[in-house]
């Protein structure tokens, strides 16, 4: 059910004022899971640089399980990050606008999304053209 233009004004002035407080922002923004996946994979991004540091130090001194912990360090926080990554863009995240739904995985799930698309075009294509 569409909004009255009475509604619509309330509602886009209730927007402007929402704008405008930095306050309500900054709350805004600190439960945006969004920000916290962000904010994981950058700090996986610096474990990873500290990792590869501590690889690049045990190579030199030769000393090969500090080496090896160097490298065991940047593979599981680089995994740290894919997995924070994955979540930011999974679609449960996006707070406003955003669907609860997941996207079926796997072949059949593309597979029965693309015949969906099809038929749509099929039943949507000019009535001169059949």
Known sequence: MPLSEHEQRLFEQIERSLAEDPKFASAV???D???HARRRVLVA???VIAGLALLIYGAVIKTPPLAVAGFVVMLAS???AVQSHRRS???DLHVV???TSRRPRGRAGRRGSFL???ED???QRPEGHR
């Open 29 to 31: 923004r600190a439960s």
């Open 33 to 35: 899971p969004r920000f």
């Open 45 to 47: 991004a610096g474990v």
């Open 78 to 80: 680089l995994g740290y």
């Open 89 to 91: 863009q999974s679609p």
């Open 97 to 99: 606008g955003g669907t």
């Open 116 to 118: 969906d698309r099809m």
């Open 121 to 123: 075009r099929w039943r």
